[in-house]
């Protein structure tokens, strides 16, 4: 059995008015595996998303990152595992439309005083990692929606998280672009190591995981 | 630094991404700076130009020194006195003065002087029309130009002649006994404008004889270098409890005068900086609406909420930059309109005292009052992008990315 990287304990999350998003969800994320959270839409996928990148946090239950319990009272110990621990790939690809690819990739490690060069030659490593290592100079406007999502995913990867949380990675692009960026995930997963956490409604994207964990009206099933 | 750089470039291509908008908020800022430059520059130049005419009028290096009532005592001007007052910084020279009403015997009513030579030189610089000075410790006189015209007039006394002069006294039984005293007169000033054209002027020590209150004296004249130490050396003399006049207590009056205009217009013209801080607000919070998500992405990468706010009011520091440099330049093009199409207005309406502005420019901008423009226009862009930095950087990451544009 692989370690567990990232583990949720019981896991509540109620909004106010009452609607209960989660109810009790525990799950375990092995290292260096490829995860995905397959569930439709209202199953709580999204929120347990949010509460995983410490962007949201839980009514109750207890969420261990490398085994470490996130205290989600503390905003500045949140912000600094949003910079470290967690990489964000988004449905949408969320990109700065004003930096270019490179400087998108670079952004977050502005955020953790990394010098000038070190950035730079890391997001340079890290797009020629996803085959764009000729559109650095381009801004997203410039480039196509699987160029974009690779940007993201190089962006994901850049402070060499323990987790990369993909939300619906493939749900803008067309299914050969999709096969693509699959591909791509799982070519860093098992060439780097990286811990990928998929969430998806697609069931058939199951299949090409190593784990899957399937959610259904705020609980696993 | 390299981070702050770093947020500098970000911040930059932010608001470069909405040309037409940031044109607008420069403007709207600049005008309010344009304003506030040139009606400062207006005042100064007012201010400027009456304390010119002061100057050119008024013998601004002079002050008369007389003694003071402090808690009831009179603070005599003593030896003493005339010591510390040499001893001020930047004071030239001092020259203290008795004076004593004399008559001749033609009753003549002269007006005397009496101050040391060495000191009339330094502190008044007398400039002959006839003859020359007095030596100290002798009875010389030199008269000034109107008194002099006088006596050649009515008694047909000139440069050379002694000049009779009847001291009446009073015996124990108060009877009058009469003296007759001589003062050779040395030689006649030429007209100065000032209060020695009607008086004779000799050394101290001849007329202490005939005054009560000796070793006392009634004034003490300083000569300070330059115009622009007077007010310090004026402040050291009041220091001593002792009171300083002189013309450039004008100068003073002209500065309050100018000071309180130029007040109470920038409070009206200010209005307009206040509009463009107001725009400011305006299109910060368009813009941290508009990027709502961008906002909750940076979040979700890592910015803490100092990080956010940083980058906005980077933003805002540009539009105040840029919006102090355009209201600089527009201020400056504005108080050349002032002096090209307003002058002549102005001029009539201050009167024919003001002729003289005609030949100069009627503002002044000044180094300091174009860094005063940009510094205003920074605070208040900064000041103005507190509140939509806030509201961005509270933004809720998650509300942020699901509900952002």
Same mark, same amino acid.
């Given at each position: 059995?692989?370690?567990?990287?990232?583990?949720?304990?019981?896991?509540?999350?109620?909004?106010?008015?009452?609607?209960?998003?989660?109810?009790?969800?525990?799950?375990?994320?092995?290292?260096?595996?490829?995860?995905?959270? /397959?569930?439709?839409?209202?199953?709580?996928?999204?929120?347990?998303?949010?509460?995983?990148?410490?962007?949201?946090?839980?009514?109750?239950?207890?969420?261990?990152?490398?085994?470490?319990?996130?205290?989600?009272?503390?905003?500045?110990?949140?912000?600094?595992?949003?910079?470290?621990? /967690?990489?964000?790939?988004?449905?949408?690809?969320?990109? /700065?439309?004003?930096?270019?690819?490179?400087?998108?990739?670079?952004?977050?490690?502005?955020?953790?005083?990394?010098?000038?060069?070190?950035?730079?030659?890391?997001?340079?490593?890290?797009?020629?990692?996803?085959?764009?290592?000729?559109?650095?100079?381009?801004?997203? %406007?410039?480039?196509? %929606?699987?160029?974009?999502?690779?940007?993201?995913?190089?962006?994901?990867?850049?402070?060499?998280?323990?987790?990369?949380?993909?939300?619906?990675?493939? %749900?803008?692009?067309?299914?050969?672009?999709?096969?693509?960026?699959?591909?791509? /995930?799982?070519?860093?997963?098992?060439?780097?190591?990286?811990?990928?956490?998929?969430?998806?409604?697609?069931?058939?994207?199951?299949?090409?995981?190593?784990?899957?964990?399937?959610?259904?009206?705020? %609980?696993?099933? | 630094?390299?981070?702050?750089?770093?947020?500098?470039?970000?911040?930059?291509?932010?608001?470069?991404?909405?040309?037409?908008?940031?044109?607008?908020?420069?403007?709207?800022? #600049?005008?309010?700076?344009?304003?506030?430059?040139?009606?400062?520059?207006?005042?100064?130049?007012?201010? #400027?130009?009456?304390?010119?005419?002061?100057?050119?009028?008024?013998?601004?290096?002079?002050?008369?020194?007389?003694?003071?009532?402090?808690?009831?005592?009179?603070?005599?001007?003593?030896?003493?006195?005339?010591?510390?007052? +040499?001893?001020?910084?930047?004071?030239?020279?001092?020259?203290?003065?008795?004076?004593?009403?004399?008559?001749?015997?033609?009753?003549?009513?002269?007006?005397?002087?009496?101050?040391?030579?060495?000191?009339?030189?330094?502190?008044?610089?007398?400039?002959?029309?006839?003859?020359?000075?007095?030596?100290?410790?002798?009875?010389?006189?030199?008269?000034?130009?109107?008194?002099?015209?006088?006596?050649?007039?009515?008694?047909?006394?000139?440069?050379?002649?002694?000049?009779?002069? +009847?001291?009446?006294?009073?015996?124990?039984?108060?009877?009058?006994?009469?003296?007759?005293?001589?003062?050779?007169?040395?030689?006649?000033?030429?007209?100065?404008?000032?209060?020695?054209?009607?008086?004779?002027?000799?050394?101290?020590?001849?007329?202490?004889?005939?005054?009560?209150?000796?070793?006392?004296?009634?004034?003490?004249?300083?000569?300070?270098?330059?115009?622009?130490?007077?007010?310090?050396?004026?402040? #050291?003399?009041?220091?001593?409890?002792?009171?300083?006049?002189?013309?450039?207590?004008?100068?003073?009056?002209?500065?309050?005068?100018?000071?309180?205009?130029?007040?109470?217009?920038?409070?009206?013209?200010?209005?307009?900086?206040?509009?463009? #801080? &107001?725009?400011?607000? *305006?299109?910060?919070?368009?813009?941290?609406?508009? +990027?709502? +998500?961008?906002?909750?992405?940076?979040?979700?990468?890592?910015?803490?909420?100092?990080?956010?706010?940083?980058?906005?009011?980077?933003?805002?520091?540009?539009?105040?930059?840029?919006?102090?440099?355009?209201?600089?330049?527009?201020?400056?093009?504005?108080?050349?309109?002032? *002096?090209?199409?307003?002058?002549?207005?102005?001029?009539?309406?201050?009167?024919?005292?003001?002729?003289?502005?005609?030949?100069?420019?009627?503002?002044?901008?000044?180094?300091?009052?174009?860094?005063?423009?940009?510094?205003?226009?920074?605070?208040?862009?900064?000041?103005?992008?507190?509140?939509?930095?806030?509201?961005?950087?509270?933004?809720?990451?998650?509300?942020?990315?699901?509900?952002? &544009?």
């Amino acid at each position: 059995m692989a370690e567990t990287i990232l583990e949720t304990v019981r896991l509540v999350r109620t909004y106010a008015g009452g609607v209960q998003a989660l109810k009790g969800v525990s799950i375990q994320v092995p290292k260096s595996k490829c995860t995905a959270i /397959i569930g439709k839409s209202g199953s709580g996928k999204s929120t347990l998303m949010n509460i995983l990148g410490c962007l949201d946090a839980p009514t109750s239950g207890e969420v261990f990152i490398r085994g470490v319990p996130v205290d989600y009272t503390d905003t500045a110990r949140l912000i600094d595992l949003r910079r470290n621990e /967690i990489g964000f790939v988004f449905q949408q690809f969320n990109l /700065i439309p004003h930096l270019s690819a490179q400087e998108n990739v670079e952004y977050p490690l502005l955020f953790s005083y990394r010098p000038e060069k070190e950035r730079k030659d890391h997001a340079s490593a890290l797009l020629a990692r996803v085959g764009l290592e000729h559109r650095g100079s381009h801004y997203p %406007g410039e480039l196509s %929606g699987g160029e974009q999502q690779r940007v993201a995913i190089a962006r994901a990867l850049i402070s060499e998280p323990a987790v990369v949380l993909a939300d619906e990675p493939t %749900g803008n692009l067309d299914s050969r672009t999709s096969d693509d960026i699959l591909d791509l /995930i799982h070519e860093i997963n098992r060439k780097e190591g990286t811990t990928f956490l998929i969430v998806t409604h697609d069931a058939d994207l199951g299949d090409r995981v190593d784990h899957q964990i399937t959610l259904h009206d705020g %609980g696993v099933i | 630094m390299g981070q702050t750089l770093d947020f500098a470039r970000i911040s930059g291509r932010q608001i470069l991404r909405r040309r037409a908008r940031l044109i607008l908020t420069i403007l709207g800022i #600049a005008v309010g700076v344009a304003a506030v430059v040139a009606i400062v520059s207006l005042g100064e130049g007012i201010r #400027a130009h009456s304390i010119e005419m002061i100057s050119e009028q008024s013998d601004l290096t002079l002050i008369e020194v007389t003694g003071d009532v402090r808690d009831g005592a009179i603070i005599p001007l003593t030896t003493a006195k005339v010591a510390a007052l +040499r001893g001020i910084t930047h004071v030239r020279g001092t020259a203290p003065v008795i004076t004593v009403d004399l008559a001749t015997p033609h009753q003549t009513y002269i007006g005397a002087v009496g101050i040391g030579w060495d000191d009339f030189s330094t502190v008044f610089t007398p400039d002959f029309s006839k003859g020359r000075g007095y030596s100290e410790n002798s009875d010389t006189a030199v008269l000034g130009s109107e008194i002099a015209e006088s006596l050649r007039k009515y008694e047909g006394i000139r440069v050379g002649d002694d000049l009779t002069i +009847r001291i009446r006294e009073y015996d124990a039984s108060g009877a009058p006994v009469d003296t007759e005293v001589v003062f050779p007169v040395a030689g006649s000033l030429r007209p100065r404008g000032d209060m020695f054209d009607t008086l004779l002027v000799t050394d101290s020590t001849h007329l202490e004889e005939w005054r009560e209150g000796y070793g006392v004296y009634d004034t003490i004249y300083l000569r300070v270098d330059a115009p622009e130490h007077v007010f310090a050396v004026a402040d #050291a003399v009041r220091g001593l409890g002792l009171q300083a006049q002189g013309p450039f207590e004008e100068i003073k009056a002209v500065n309050r005068l100018m000071d309180a205009v130029i007040i109470i217009l920038s409070f009206f013209t200010g209005i307009s900086l206040i509009v463009g #801080a &107001m725009m400011i607000i *305006n299109t910060m919070m368009v813009s941290v609406y508009e +990027r709502t +998500r961008e906002i909750g992405i940076t979040m979700a990468l890592g910015a803490s909420q100092r990080h956010v706010l940083t980058l906005i009011l980077l933003e805002c520091l540009y539009i105040g930059i840029l919006g102090g440099i355009a209201g600089d330049i527009l201020g400056v093009l504005l108080s050349m309109g002032i *002096n090209t199409l307003g002058k002549s207005f102005i001029i009539e309406q201050l009167g024919p005292g003001f002729a003289g502005f005609a030949s100069a420019d009627i503002t002044l901008v000044t180094p300091a009052l174009l860094a005063a423009g940009l510094g205003i226009a920074v605070i208040l862009s900064l000041l103005a992008g507190i509140y939509p930095g806030l509201k961005a950087a509270r933004l809720n990451p998650v509300d942020a990315i699901r509900r952002g &544009m």
